[in-house]
């Protein structure tokens, strides 16, 4: 069944995109890479999650099933679905192995490494591996960890939804899968994503065999309207008008915006010399996305500091009333919930 529902198209998930202000549900449907066959962006209600912490399992749930009955040009074929956790809430980590060990004796060799340098209680903890790299010498391999407790809180939150939770994975992953696995990276290269949400700006360094490193830090969309309010004497709403549509050509607005910029910079150079640094690579160039990516004079401004390339994000499927690097997200998480391909999986894992 599986095989031919392969062959068909027919999806085995649909993907849910949870943020603190916003909910998107994608599906995508036929062969090779699909098209999107539902789809819906929605606002959601103040305090139902924070943070990657869900604060109100029913109302997000109800939140949830509202999203699937507005999805365009109709609600997802399947009561399965993929989601992910923001980066806030997993650890990941690189661990080589030798290619030697059987899969137990591996498996047990990549827990007790990981029980010394991840910050987490393994037996409070779903954890999981990718094998990303091997050679001769062994395996590069992609660890990945979360609470237990935030996980079961998801699970049962999509059963309130009357839907089963079948996979779950960092959002760094999906990230890049929805804007880098397009892009060619040469061995030496690496490449970053920097995805400005509202509360917070995730950083993500992508070499040729996968995530290298993801960060996040508690700034974004919202400090650079805040920021423009108060330096302008605005309203929130005129505000975020003025972020929008004039950006960085306004001297006001970009003084005010580079000093809410500051920490995500002073991140992103701290973790780019520890990507290049640990993984032998260079820079290759810089992929925005996110809602607030596209503030005018950002990409030039983010040049100036890095001297690299700047790109938005281009993503496989299109959608109505929304640019790429909007979805860009939701789209890695659709193409592995097509066809549940292998990889870092935190339900069901032990």
């Known amino acids: 069944m599986k095989l031919l529902s392969a062959l068909l198209g027919t999806p085995q998930a649909f993907a849910v995109d949870l943020s603190d202000t916003t909910l998107q549900i994608m599906e995508v449907r036929g062969g090779g890479t699909g098209r999107v066959g539902a789809f819906t962006h929605q606002d959601i209600p103040p305090g139902l999650i924070e943070n990657g912490r869900i604060l109100d399992q029913a109302k997000l749930a109800e939140a949830i099933r509202a999203g699937m009955n507005s999805c365009k040009p109709g609600p997802p074929s399947t009561k399965r679905a993929a989601a992910e956790l923001p980066d806030t809430q997993t650890f990941l980590h690189h661990i080589r192995c030798e290619e030697t060990r059987t899969h137990t004796e591996m498996r047990e060799h990549i827990r007790t490494i990981a029980e010394e340098h991840v910050p987490l209680n393994l037996e ?20 990945a960890a979360a609470p237990k407790a935030i996980i079961e ?6 059963t309130l939804a009357g839907l089963e939770l079948v996979l779950l994975e960092p959002e760094s992953i999906a990230l890049a899968r929805g804007v880098v696995e397009r892009v060619k990276i040469p061995a030496g290269s690496i490449q970053a994503i920097i995805d400005i949400g509202g509360r917070s700006t995730t950083m993500v360094f992508v070499e040729r065999t996968g995530v290298r490193l993801s960060v996040s830090v508690p700034a974004a969309g919202q400090a650079f309207t805040a920021a423009i309010a108060e330096a302008k004497h605005l309203d929130s709403e005129t505000a975020e008008q003025v972020k929008r549509e004039q950006g960085f050509s306004d001297g006001v607005v970009a003084e005010a915006v580079r000093k809410a910029l500051s920490p995500v910079l002073e991140e992103f150079a701290k973790a780019h010399e520890f990507a290049c640094r640990t993984s032998g690579c260079s820079l290759g160039g810089i992929i925005l996305a996110g809602g607030s990516s596209a503030m005018p004079g950002l990409a030039e401004e983010l040049k100036t500091q890095f001297g690299c390339e700047i790109t938005m994000a281009k993503v496989p499927f299109t959608v109505g009333g929304l640019q790429l690097h909007q979805i860009a997200t939701i789209s890695g998480l659709a193409v592995r919930a097509k066809k549940l391909s292998p990889g870092i999986n935190f339900i069901q894992k032990t």
């Open 153 to 158: 809180i998801y699970v049962h939150t999509f």
């Open 124 to 143: 409070e903890s779903y954890w999981d591996f990718k094998i990303t790299e091997q050679s001769a010498e062994g395996m590069e391999i992609l660890f």
